[in-house]
């Protein structure tokens, strides 16, 4: 292909990319999942825009363990101090820090210390998080790129801390007027119930909650643009809703009632993951019915009972629990979307596939033809746009 003609293209990308993606977020219809397994006796916290997953694995000895997972790799176990017995790994920033907890018991929430891995040349730094002055207890439950650590001090280390805090080099700070932090984002929003706390100036947004008789709503997950999921509490006996929230559209109940229920994970289309516990688990894309993440598994992996779906993210890459048809172990998994756009097979549709379909335009079929019709052209080009990113 000329280069000037392949730089008018580049330039047609770049102007069409953004208006292309509004029309993408606006329909978003399932895709077709391939299952990745990354193992037996593991529990999946987070998972981050690179398909990063961190949790906690159960060792021989029903010991938990806090350990990472990269695309591409083996998990492994994450370092901890000699006389921490237990970890746990509960969130993980898009540059790679990661946070917890670990503790003297078996499992780290229970007696717990927040705790921090930071990513070096040959794996991970272990640091113990100091707790507000005078607790004995804290957690830390999420992280942004901006070095930003939030969670909760003091109580008895068992779920519950009575303070809020933001972690630093001393002692954690105290973030008042808040309850326990669910989540931070890259623009140093904390989410906390429907609290809203800005780090940068230490204002509070509280959003209203929707119409009708509610005891209160708890945020699970937020994104940047300001995307946040959970539930919300009602007084009947079927007293827990799963609900999302999105900027200039509200809320929006993406399942029924249930006794314990939620929408435990958001992305920036406004795509949810939510269960009801022990009974089932579903997708909510916007614009779609839910779905059984079961049934978007490509055929060619096979059948699956998927038991629980936990963080979905801007690439609607899932984390699942499941076990294949006939098989009696569960698993932790990572669901990632099958794209025909994805030309390099790198798991992102970017820049590079877009070179890829450039090089090629005009060929008769072959690299770069996404819909298959025989030639490589502007329908392929915008096929490739509407899926970027």
């Known amino acids: 292909m000329p280069q000037s003609a392949f730089q008018r293209l580049a330039r047609l990308a770049a102007r069409t990319a953004a208006s292309t993606l509004v029309a993408a977020a606006a329909h978003a219809a399932p895709p077709t999942y391939r299952v990745e397994v990354l193992g037996p006796n593991m529990s999946g916290f987070d998972m981050n825009a690179s398909g990063t997953v961190v949790g906690r694995q159960l060792n021989a000895q029903q010991v938990g363990k806090a350990f990472v997972a990269r695309r591409g790799e083996a998990p492994m176990l994450l370092p901890t101090p000699a006389e921490w017995q237990s970890s746990d790994a509960y969130a993980i920033s898009p540059n790679g820090v990661i946070v917890g907890a670990v503790s003297t018991g078996t499992i780290a929430s229970i007696g717990s210390r927040a705790a921090a891995w930071h990513p070096v040349k040959n794996g991970y730094q272990f640091s113990l998080l100091t707790p507000y002055p005078g607790d004995t207890h804290s957690t830390a439950t999420a992280v942004n790129s901006h070095g930003d650590i939030v969670g909760g001090s003091g109580g008895l280390g068992l779920g519950s801390y009575p303070r809020a805090v933001r972690f630093t080099a001393g002692p954690a ?183 890829i379909l450039l090089s090629a335009w005009g060929a008769p079929g072959g690299p770069g033809d996404i819909n298959a019709d025989g030639a490589v052209d502007s329908a392929d080009l915008g096929q490739l746009l509407a899926a970027w990113g």
């Open 173 to 355: 700070q105290l973030l008042p007027q808040i309850s326990l932090p669910a989540d931070v984002n890259e623009n140093r929003v904390v989410l906390a119930y429907n609290q809203l706390l800005d780090l940068d100036d230490m204002s509070i947004t509280t959003i209203p909650l929707p119409p009708g008789n509610w005891q209160g709503f708890v945020g699970i997950d937020l994104t940047d643009n300001g995307n946040f999921c959970g539930y919300i509490l009602g007084f009947s006996g079927c007293s827990t809703f799963p609900l999302r929230y999105r900027p200039g559209v509200g809320w929006e109940f993406v399942g029924g009632c249930a006794t314990t229920t939620a929408a435990n994970s958001i992305n920036e289309r406004g795509d949810v993951t939510a269960y009801v516990a022990n009974t089932s688990s579903w997708i909510a894309l916007v614009g779609e019915e839910n779905a059984n993440p079961a049934s978007l598994i490509d055929p060619a992996d096979g059948a699956w009972t998927i038991l629980g779906v936990g963080s979905i993210n801007n690439s609607r890459a899932m984390l699942a629990s499941g076990r294949p048809l006939g098989d009696a172990v569960t698993k932790l998994l990572r669901l990632v979307p099958i794209r025909v756009e994805d030309l390099d097979g790198d798991g992102v549709v970017g820049s590079s596939d877009l070179g």
